[in-house]
């Protein structure tokens, strides 16, 4: 079961909160007036001998409780005179309940603790407060400018909401962020998002908080991003001998986290297409390269390197290629620096699709200069524009079964479009088909967000690495399950270099012959590698994290350089002919921990492919 943030001071305010802003119109009204037939139909039955008039006199008086109302033996007239009472009663409770409970919640938020604030209005944001509350969480969201209807919406589900600034001290001080078990900065602006970080510290100060809080920082930029995680690696090594800070900073990027997924989920799926086309290599042709298309293109080229093809190789069409492809080889000058250990394989060429149309003339460019793609990502940065060139991609790869890819557009949000016609590959028949990915409803989630389940199999990695377990047998479940333990501690260096091992973990199975077992299929939950395949994938284990390290702005040694992990030099950047044999049994480690981590996260098991 999983874990529920909250105590019961904040859950009996979120309780309130729901209560209060319930939509019970028709239940109130249903029972005013059923009191309300009660007391004048019982009493103008009672009084029916009286004359109309009179009858109604007598059964408005019921409310004084005078003469046979006051002392009354009769069944009926008993009834009537509470009914009588009942109705201003519960009138008045009825219009006031909301008002009540709305007080009672501020009022028990003030003991809230191990709670979630998350500072923001974005869809994003909105979707993270939901998908908490569905885990019972206290869920305390600091907006701005959200709309009342949509405010309201959040207070039914029991979602406290505070207008304010969530750069402001007192605003958090509010929220009780210094007391939460998870700040979520989910601004659109970076800039403000390490602002809501930097006022929690500030809030916090020199409390000791055991587990620490822990901070989640949105952040769009790809460079911020890498910085701010190098930023915590630094106070980890500092917090070394000391005692441990009270504030645990987490960046994230849901353009990394949708890539990881889409990764993760159809390595394999791309990997078969390929040996089915006889491709030598795994080819993903982008169309649009924004922050979300070179997310995706960073993960294939740190994780799909695959035993039995050549290093993937990218291809990106876009207006203005030049600039793009400028952009991406600054963000990332080691991977084209040293062409004698490996360097990207990527090309930049034009495609303007607002004054162009997809057609043959245009595969045929693509194919001559760069082949077959074995897959398609369209990610022009605007959901319209994905959708409209994902559906004439389509229709011109299938026409002639010219390029039987699936192609994968990026969406920010779930559309009628992608629910209705891009549920992935439907058919028997090769063809190309379309698959969604990267919405806020899938990416903006509390499993990824606050538990980080894609790291799952990278805590598994490091463990394997860090302990040497490729040497003994595989781990036992509740082995792998522990092994989140120590994540947190663990430098952002490693931590990158663990993510990737983890994506590429269904590729390690592919290569070994597996592949997730289907619904209703018995599977293996141990999957192995034949020791005749070892060598092999560890050698092309050697190659990708090779190229994980230089994409991730790591560089050789070279005159004599010693490996400086400060300045991101590492002596172990060498061909696989130059490592000694500790060296290659690491990627040997690397291999047996990747069948683990597709055990993770595949707990049904796997068949034989």
């Known amino acids: ?28 009204w249903g029972v005013f007036v059923v009191l309300s037939l009660i007391w004048i139909g019982g009493g103008l039955y009672y009084w029916r001998d009286q004359g109309v008039l009179e009858a109604l006199y007598l059964t408005v008086s019921a409310v004084g409780m005078w003469d046979q109302y006051f002392g009354a033996r009769d069944v ?36 809230a603790a191990h709670h979630i604030v998350i500072a923001g209005d974005s869809p994003a944001a909105l979707s993270l407060a939901n998908d908490c509350r569905r885990y019972k969480d206290s869920v305390i969201i600091v907006a701005e400018d959200l709309p009342s209807e949509t405010a309201l919406a959040l207070r039914r589900k029991g979602v406290t909401v505070l207008e304010g600034d969530a750069r402001q001290i007192e605003t958090l001080r509010s929220a009780r962020a210094h007391h939460a078990a998870h700040v979520i900065a989910f601004e659109p602006d970076d800039t403000a998002n390490l602002q809501i970080e930097a006022c929690v510290r500030r809030l916090v100060g020199d409390q000791r908080r055991k587990p620490p809080i822990g901070v989640h920082v949105a952040t769009r930029s790809p460079m911020l991003l890498k910085e701010a995680r190098e930023m915590r690696s630094a106070q980890t090594r500092k917090a070394k001998n000391a005692v441990a800070p009270p504030v645990d900073p987490k960046p994230f990027s849901l353009e990394e986290i949708g890539a990881r997924a889409l990764v993760q ?9 390929a040996k089915q086309l006889n491709q030598d290599r795994v080819h993903i042709v982008f169309f649009g390269f924004d922050q979300g298309g070179e997310a995706v293109a960073e993960r294939i080229l740190v994780s799909l390197w695959s035993a039995h093809f050549e290093a993937p190789r990218i291809t990106v069409l876009a207006p203005n290629p030049e600039a793009v492809g400028a952009g991406f080889r600054a963000r990332h000058r080691e991977a084209f620096a040293h062409p004698d250990v490996w360097a990207a394989d990527v090309a930049f060429m034009p495609f303007d699709w ?12 693509v194919e001559s200069q760069r082949g077959k793609p074995t897959a398609i990502v369209v990610s022009t940065g ?15 790869c299938n026409r002639g079964l010219r390029w039987p890819a699936p192609i994968f557009m990026h969406e920010s949000s779930q559309s009628e479009f992608s629910q209705q016609y891009a549920k992935g590959d439907e058919t028997e028949e090769l063809d190309a088909y379309l698959q969604a990915f990267g919405a806020h409803q899938t990416t903006a989630t509390r499993a990824r967000i606050i538990e980080g389940n894609l790291d799952r199999g990278a805590a598994v990695a490091h463990e394997h690495y ?15 399950q522990s092994a989140m333990r120590d994540w947190s501690d663990v430098l952002e260096t490693y931590r990158a270099a663990n993510r990737a091992v983890a994506d590429a973990a269904m590729t390690k199975a592919w290569d070994a012959g597996w592949r997730p077992v289907k619904k209703g299929e018995k599977g293996d939950t141990q999957p192995a590698v034949a020791p005749e395949l070892i060598d092999r994938m560890a050698r092309r284990e050697h190659d990708r994290w090779m190229a994980e390290r230089l994409v991730s702005g790591w ?10 992990n400060e300045l991101m030099i590492h002596n ?6 130059a490592l000694n044999e500790d060296d290659k049994n690491n990627d040997v480690v690397q291999v047996r921990a990747a069948m683990d981590v597709a055990r993770i996260m595949h707990k049904d098991g796997f068949a034989r492919r």
């Open 1 to 28: 079961m999983a874990h529920r943030y909250a105590n019961m001071w904040s859950r009996v305010a979120s309780r309130l909160t729901a209560i209060a802003h319930t939509r019970a119109g028709a239940f109130r």
């Open 265 to 273: 989920a159809q390595s394999q799926t791309i990997l078969s297409l």
């Open 382 to 396: 605007a959901d319209p524009g994905n959708i409209h060139l994902a559906l004439a991609l389509k229709r011109a």
């Open 572 to 577: 172990k950047i060498v061909p696989w002919e």
């Open 466 to 480: 860090n302990k040497g377990l490729g040497k003994r047998d595989a781990m036992s479940m509740k082995e792998l």
């Open 354 to 365: 607002d004054a162009a149309s997809i057609g043959a003339e245009l595969l045929d460019q």
């Open 555 to 564: 560089r050789p040694t070279a005159n004599g350089e010693a490996r400086d």
């Open 76 to 111: 009926t007239l008993q009834v009537v005179r509470y009914a009588a009472l009942a109705v201003p009663v519960v009138g008045l409770l009825f219009a006031f309940s909301g008002q009540l409970g709305r007080s009672l919640a501020r009022l028990f938020n003030l003991g």
